[in-house]
């Protein structure tokens, strides 16, 4: 943790970033983000097993934008969902500035080679409760699956929460928003609902970086993290890549390789 | 409001017969924003045109649906109908009530509902259509004609005939092909380098065509009109300019043993040379893989020797950007080897050799000056087995087709050997004999009957050596299936024609489709045969499929003809079904985010960047354009957009949206 502030406070001091974005602790001593903008700031910084955040969401946003080069205290999924902005052009290489903290070391690392690098030697898998639930959801007959999901998005209430605490969920303009033609109906009612989780879902495919964030975002519990993993171990399968483990666009959604598998066309 | 009319067609009984179209017409008169219906026998008649035209006048009307065929069939007949009558043609829309409907449906009240069903969509999607104006591209009147062959001799010619700039770029030192390679030509048996040097001196002399042989495409950007092509020149190692052709240097060359690709292996050449004596253009290059200076750092002899002091040892491969208007690809074929046959020895035999070697030891010009040497000892051989459908036609060997020159080709080796040498036997083994061609049939008969050559129809199974004779063992099927044993001196086999080595890069370069075989696909196999599925890209000669001389050279005119129908025009006129990408004013500028997954999705690479910059020139946002010129309508990146900043025009969103709804 000193090594981390001490890191920290050094950038801030030569001038190499104009903040430092970490978790600092709120109220109710939940972890919140906080942005250090200057030594004195840095202080209030934390790092725990309570901190899961994504701090990746905020990068993309207009008002962090403005404040220059910015440092990020990443988590792996952090990483991951730095690699896929790079890849996706949002944002720009040399942008990158990421504190990784393994055990007591603190790693610094400014470019989307040195992530791509730091992440290979992890193996971030995915929390064994999802893995349970996803694996749960499969075994079921199609039947059930659908009225699991009628029963868990009729709790639904629109707020899109986890389209705006997912860090690929970066468009200006969101389809959600597109009302010429009204493609999903606003009203949080049953076709709504469906509607927007499965445009979710097919948004992500092949896009998520399995961080989990628009599960915790959700404040009536709905696991929806579930369905962009789906998605996501779905497109890994059938096209043999991930995102967010490269800094090289890659699309497995939008790009044909003659090695593509073609179990899908039945 | 919109004021739409709809004009139901009976198409005679084809539509008629099956729905009630008066009822339709009337169904449609209460469809909010259909101010006028009618029906009539034939739409697309005269009297019917007419009757629209002066419909939209007393109606004012703003929109039109025509029921009645595909829109494949009559759409551009009635959009120009339409936009005779002062309206836009694309607020012109087609419900096919024939192919969708009549055509596939019995006599019914619901097919007469589903008729009328199909006018509501249709109609709903004219109230949103907006007028659409053509796109206007701008042609660059020089041709590019890749392959210096016959074929892409004649389209050059033909094309700076018709008095426009051509580039012919060949790979190899000379233009020329296989036909200079060849002796004589079926059926006439008139001497190919005769008539075709005369053909490559015109080619490189016409003040329209420029040479750039020994050069190969290397990138190609851009679309119909206004391609961009990057060419390698590889380095000749010497001063083209200052070099006279006067042939020393090859005289001096100590490096003589060297495999001739012009003889295919039967003679040799030196290390700087030309391919053959009568080369356009007469210019040595030096085969730096060969060339003891290269492979050692000492001799120059080359430029010791040379009177002009031409010879560049330093020189380097050149990157040449052009723009062009039309491609013409006429990059030929190649012979199956001899080595593929494991029956016939692998190619390990010297006297078993191919078609294109034939012809060498049969040319003047060639290794042996004409005369009938066989490879291994230059012996006259005293019998000469030849074996058609070596390859071809054998799935086996991974080559079902038929390679249709042989049968030709095969009687007239045959014949020229029986003129060499009188007292020889020759032999041909057949599948079937194809000569569908003017005077074809009669050449073969001519070898058959007149020079006694004769013809077994049955396979070959096996080759071998024995006491210095090549033992051809086979069957004769006409015999019922006998057993034949020939004790030849040489064997030459008809192998079977296939792609050139790098068709396939060239045509993914190219953006061209192209079969299981390499061979280059036409845009439709008798409609549009010289046209790709790329615009403003053609194809000539043996590219396509294996071709004679006579139909390489009908194809080249053909795309010759194309070409300069293309650049009869200043500027090209294009459907306006693009993509487009939204627009707005700042501060969003536009709901596209650059994050360009579109670009890895469009086919026709299409999408460029687009930066959007403050007045002092800072890049504000950088987002995605489309090229119009580039753009085929397919709307693959308005399904991949997430943000549905792309629209396509003429099928927008909207449209689409409204035209699902109304149902």
């Known amino acids: 943790m000193e090594a981390l502030k001490q890191k920290a406070k050094e950038l801030l001091q030569n001038g190499d970033v104009k903040a430092v974005l970490g978790y600092a602790v709120g109220t109710a ?11 004195k700031q840095v202080d209030a910084l934390v790092l725990d097993e309570k901190c899961t955040q994504n701090l990746a969401t905020y ?36 942008a990158i500035c990421l504190l990784a903290v393994d055990g007591g ?46 029963q868990e998005l009729s709790r639904c209430v629109k707020c899109y929460a986890c389209r705006n605490s997912c860090p690929m969920c970066y468009c200006e303009h969101c389809t959600m928003d597109c009302n010429r033609p009204q493609w999903v109906p606003v009203a949080s009612h049953a076709l709504g609902n469906l509607e927007y ?24 519990g709905i696991p929806v993290h579930l369905l962009t993993f789906f998605a996501e ?12 483990h490269t800094a090289k666009l890659d699309y497995a959604l939008s790009t044909f390789k003659p090695d593509d598998k073609e179990t899908f066309i039945r | 409001m919109s004021r739409i009319g709809v004009f139901t067609c009976h198409c005679g009984e084809n539509i008629g017969a099956t729905v009630d179209c008066a009822k339709v017409s009337e169904m449609c008169q209460h469809i909010p924003g259909v101010v006028h219906s009618v029906d009539y026998k034939y739409m697309c008649s005269d009297p019917g045109q007419r009757m629209m035209q002066e419909a939209i006048k007393e109606h004012s009307l703003d929109g039109v649906v025509v029921a009645a065929c595909s829109p494949r069939m009559h759409e551009p007949t009635f959009r120009r109908a339409v936009s005779n009558a002062g309206v836009n043609p694309y607020m012109c829309e087609m419900a096919n009530l024939r192919e969708h409907c009549s055509w596939v449906h019995e006599k019914s009240e619901a097919t007469t509902q589903k008729a009328a069903d199909l006018i509501r969509v249709l109609v709903e999607k004219v109230k949103h259509n907006t007028p659409l104006f053509p796109i206007k591209v701008p042609v660059t009147k020089t041709a590019m004609v890749v392959g210096g062959g016959v074929a892409g001799i004649q389209v050059a010619l033909d094309i700076a005939n018709g ?33 075709l040097t005369p053909r490559m001196v015109e080619a490189a002399q016409h003040p329209n065509i420029t040479l750039m042989t020994y050069s190969e495409v290397e990138k190609v950007d851009g679309f119909i009109g206004n391609f961009k092509v990057t060419v390698r020149k590889k380095a000749r190692k010497l001063d083209e300019k200052l070099c006279t052709g006067c042939g020393l240097c090859i005289q001096k060359c100590p490096n003589k043993k060297i ?77 199956m080897k001899t080595e593929a046959f494991p029956e016939y020895g692998y190619g390990k035999h010297k006297d078993i050799i191919d078609g294109m070697q034939f012809e060498r030891l049969a040319s003047a010009s060639g290794p042996t000056a004409g005369v009938m040497k066989r490879p291994s000892d230059g012996k006259e051989p005293e019998t000469v087995v030849f074996i058609a459908c070596s390859g071809s036609r054998d799935r086996s060997k991974g080559v079902p087709y038929c390679s249709k020159v042989c049968c030709m080709y095969t009687a007239k080796h045959a014949m020229l050997y029986k003129h060499k040498v009188h007292s020889g036997k020759a032999y041909v083994f057949y599948m079937d004999i194809r000569a569908s061609g003017k005077d074809y049939d009669e050449f073969v008969r001519r070898a058959i009957e007149e020079d006694d050559v004769k013809y077994i129809r049955g396979r070959v199974s096996k080759i071998y050596e024995e006491d210095g004779k090549l033992i051809v063992k086979g069957a004769d099927t006409l015999m019922g299936g006998e057993q034949v044993e020939i004790k030849a001196d040489m064997v030459v086999l008809a192998t079977a024609v296939q792609s050139n080595d790098r068709s396939e890069e060239l045509a993914q370069t190219l953006h061209v489709s192209y079969d299981t075989y390499g061979f280059f696909a036409e845009a439709h196999p008798k409609l549009r045969p010289v046209e790709t599925n790329t615009g403003g890209i053609f194809l000539a000669g043996a590219c396509q ?11 080249a005119s053909a795309a010759a003809a194309k070409v300069l129908g293309l650049f009869s025009q200043d500027q090209l006129t294009r459907e306006p079904i693009v993509a487009v990408v939204n627009r707005q004013a700042g501060p969003t500028f536009s709901y596209c985010v650059g994050c360009f997954l579109c670009q890895t999705a469009c086919p026709y690479q299409a999408i460029e960047q687009e930066h959007i910059t403050a007045r002092n020139g800072d890049v504000i946002k950088t987002i995605a354009r489309i090229n119009p010129g580039l753009c085929q309508g397919c709307g693959t990146c308005v399904a991949t957009c997430r943000t549905k900043a792309i629209d396509l025009q003429g099928f927008s969103n909207e449209q689409l949206y409204a035209e699902i709804m109304t149902l």
Not at chain 1, 127 to 145: F, S, Y
Not at chain 2, 163 to 172: M, P
Not at chain 2, 546 to 554: L, Q, T
């Open chain 1, 29 to 39: 001593g939940v972890r919140r983000p906080h942005f250090a903008r200057n030594p």
């Open chain 1, 59 to 94: 990068l993309t946003k207009h008002e962090v934008k403005h404040l220059g080069k910015v440092a990020v205290v990443a988590l792996p999924a952090t990483q991951r969902a730095l690699l896929q902005l790079v890849a996706e052009r949002q944002l720009r290489d040399d």
């Open chain 1, 105 to 150: 070391e603190v790693k610094t690392l400014s470019s989307g080679a040195e992530v791509e690098q730091h992440l290979a030697l992890k193996t971030d898998a995915m929390p064994a409760a999802d893995k349970a639930m996803i694996e749960k959801l499969m075994a079921m007959t199609r039947e059930q699956r659908w009225a699991y999901w009628q």
């Open chain 1, 197 to 220: 989780h499965m445009v979710r879902a097919m948004h992500l495919a092949g896009r998520c970086v399995e961080c989990g964030e628009c599960g915790r975002a959700c404040p009536v």
């Open chain 1, 233 to 244: 171990e779905s497109t890994a399968k059938q096209f043999g890549q991930r995102a967010g």
């Open chain 2, 163 to 195: 008095g426009h700039k051509v580039i012919l770029v060949e790979k190899s030192p000379s233009i020329g092909g296989h036909m200079s390679q060849l002796s004589e030509t079926f059926p006439t048996l008139d001497c190919s380098q005769c008539i």
């Open chain 2, 259 to 335: 495999s001739d690709e012009f003889n295919e292996g039967l003679g040799t050449r030196t290390a700087i040379y030309v391919p053959f004596p009568q080369a356009v253009p007469n210019k040595p290059v030096i085969d730096t893989l060969n060339c003891t200076f290269y492979k050692t750092g000492k001799c120059k002899v080359c430029e010791k020797v040379c009177p002009t002091n031409a010879i560049r040892f330093e020189q380097e491969d050149e990157l040449v950007t052009l723009d062009i208007g039309a491609i013409v690809l006429a990059t030929g074929f190649k012979l």
């Open chain 2, 545 to 555: 499929a294996p071709r004679d001389i006579p139909e390489s050279v009908a194809q």
